[in-house]
């Protein structure tokens, strides 16, 4: 499976985007794709995820609310929208891919996914 992540850029506090992560390679209803991000000199940090069998989404504290992780019918891409944004949003927001077993192992763990994208810069000044 290839990830290709788009849609960063910059905005001001309060502003939107709307990331896509597009997908190349067999996927199927096993398949969990999570949004996480990164800043320099930290952890990465698991956003948002779904779970393709039924749709299955879970939220960090962070963005809940503020964030909305969806995907086409038909599979992929996956979309991350971006509300609300804060200065504190802003870092670098990787795609990732892997097959769990049901929704409760798909956790928000960067360990846990197989495949990645490059990332997609987020800049939100103050």
């Known amino acids: 499976v290839q990830l290709v992540e788009s849609g960063g850029g910059s905005v001001q506090a309060g502003g939107s985007l709307r990331l896509t992560c597009a997908a190349s390679g067999y996927t199927d209803s096993s398949t969990c794709m999570g949004w996480f991000r990164q800043v320099p000199g930290k952890e990465r940090e698991g956003v948002a995820r779904?779970?393709?069998?039924?749709?299955?989404?879970y939220y960090a504290d962070s963005v809940k609310g503020r964030f909305t992780i969806s995907r086409d019918r038909a599979g992929t891409p996956v979309y991350l929208q971006l509300n609300s944004l804060k200065p504190e949003d802003t870092a670098m927001y990787y795609c990732?891919?892997?097959?769990?077993?049901?929704?409760?192992?798909?956790?928000?763990?960067?360990?846990?996914?197989?495949?990645w994208g490059q990332g997609t810069q987020v800049t939100v000044s103050s």
């Open positions: 779904i779970y393709f069998y039924d749709d299955n989404t």
């Open positions: 990732a891919a892997g097959r769990f077993g049901g929704a409760s192992l798909c956790i928000l763990s960067a360990s846990s996914y197989e495949y």
